[in-house]
């Protein structure tokens, strides 16, 4: 199927719009014209039959007569110098007189539904428009009053015809080039904007479209280009930088379970070696186990549309029950563990996602709170929001590091101790899963004296 480019199809448009307007013109300015001939033509006949008409004498007898003398004077003996033909007939409609200008011709009297009316004829082959008045005497027709006139005049309206049907197309052919022309020039920020597109690969993300001068629609459009390429490099730059991060915490645990068999088997050892060396790689591997976890949760909510499954979640019993799972730990670092639960707090969200933030906030916070330390959780409301507070005592967050806390793979400086394990990547899922469920995450803290994190519910 035939495709005009979008340049052809802005000239075609705009031609269009165009050739409408100027076909509407020049039909009136022909209507106009042609009205105005027509107007001067029909006057001119009335004014000469006013003339002839006060030219005829009625005797006693019920006849007319024609004063020759004065109507001849006014005439002139050629069709091309005067062409306005007289004619009188009697009431038994035979000639009486005529103009010379007439010569042999006659003008045709019609029959009397045409008194009084224009009719348009034809005069030795010359076009003409007459029109016949009875002569009336005493409500009695005495004589009939022909008068014509030339339509040389109307040689103008054909003139001017032809020339609208001819410039008409040739204007229209011009406006297309000429609008073909400047729509060339005003799509050329479209242009450029194909052209660096495609120069932009997968390895080529740092290249920007030049924004125009003018700061109209391809303004916009460029500069919504440029922010989108922004962040589709910056996400490129994440996905290299989560890649070789996730590539390096697999390999570590790995070099780690490889490097403690090859010691192992290199010599005879007594059996306590052998099992503190397989309980070591074992550790290990529920490392690797737990981070591979981590990683497929991450990569599965990464992608994530807004198709949860939206339920009735008591939250009082929810943060017991991630508790209950750490019970262990819990006992072991001795924590004090209190909760202030003033009211039953109930909520519209996902459960399984919510579960899955509570849980790891709990966890971090019992992981690096301190032997004997304090882990405070409270419930309460603000506005129309359902507000969950954590607050510990422990190692705290150096405050260069707060910004990029929820970054995969990213771990506080002071977090880096080898008897705390982690990967890095709980915060960057919690972060992921609040943005899913339209959850407002704050976080405060202050090295080695502790951190707060609210979670804001709507």
């Not at 919504?224 to 390999?251: C, G, P, W, Y």
């Not at 497929?296 to 992608?303: Q, S, V």
């Not at 976080?443 to 080695?448: G, Y």
Request: with cysteine.
């Amino acid at each position: 199927m035939f495709s005009l480019s979008y340049k052809n199809r802005i000239a075609f448009n705009y031609i269009l719009s165009t050739a409408l307007l100027t076909a509407f013109a020049f039909i009136v300015i022909y209507r106009v014209i042609h009205f105005s001939v027509d107007e001067h033509i029909n006057e001119g006949i009335d004014e000469e039959l006013q003339k002839h008409l006060d030219d005829v004498a009625i005797d006693n007898n019920d006849t007319y007569l024609i004063q020759v003398d004065q109507w001849r004077a006014r005439e002139h003996n050629t069709i091309s110098v005067n062409p306005v033909f007289v004619q009188f007939y009697d009431n038994n409609k035979k000639l009486i007189d005529k103009s010379p200008n007439l010569k042999q011709s006659n003008l045709l009297l019609l029959d009397a539904s045409k008194d009084n009316e224009y009719v348009d004829a034809f005069l030795n082959g010359i076009p003409i428009r007459q029109i016949q008045t009875p002569i009336i005497n005493n409500d009695k027709v005495i004589g009939y009053l022909v008068v014509a006139m030339s339509l040389d005049d109307f040689e103008i309206i054909y003139i001017l015809k032809n020339i609208l049907l001819i410039t008409f197309p040739i204007i229209l052919i011009l406006l297309f080039l000429i609008a073909r022309f400047f729509a060339g020039r005003s799509i050329q920020p479209v242009v450029n904007i194909t052209e660096t597109s495609s120069k932009i690969t997968k390895d080529n993300l740092n290249t920007r479209i030049d924004l125009p001068t003018n700061k109209d629609e391809l303004y916009v459009l460029s500069k919504t280009i440029n922010d989108l390429l922004d962040r589709m490099e910056e996400a490129v730059e994440r996905e290299k930088q989560f890649t070789s991060d996730a590539s390096h915490e697999l390999r570590t645990p790995l070099a780690v379970i490889k490097g403690t068999l090859e010691v192992l088997i290199r010599k005879p050892r007594e059996k306590q070696e052998y099992e503190e060396k397989i309980a070591f790689c074992v550790s290990e591997v529920n490392r690797l186990n737990n981070l591979v976890d981590e990683l497929l949760l991450l990569a599965r909510f990464e992608n994530q549309k807004q198709n949860n499954k939206v339920e009735n979640v008591f939250l009082n019993a929810l943060i017991l029950d991630s508790l209950s799972r750490y019970s262990d730990k819990i006992s072991k670092q001795k924590l004090d563990i209190s909760t202030q639960f003033e009211d039953e707090y109930y909520v519209q969200t996902d459960y399984y996602l919510i579960s899955i933030i509570i849980g790891n906030l709990l966890s971090n916070a019992i992981k690096y709170s301190k032997p004997d330390g304090k882990i405070q959780i409270k419930l309460s409301k603000e506005n129309s929001a359902t507000i969950i507070t954590i607050n510990d005592n422990g190692l705290g967050i150096p405050s260069e590091d707060l910004s990029k806390i929820f970054n995969s793979f990213y771990r506080a400086s002071n977090s880096k101790n080898p008897t705390i394990k982690g990967t890095g990547l709980g915060l960057s899922i919690v972060k992921r899963l609040c943005d899913i469920l339209h959850i407002t995450i704050e976080i405060s803290s202050e090295e080695n004296v502790g951190t707060s994190l609210k979670l804001r519910i709507p």
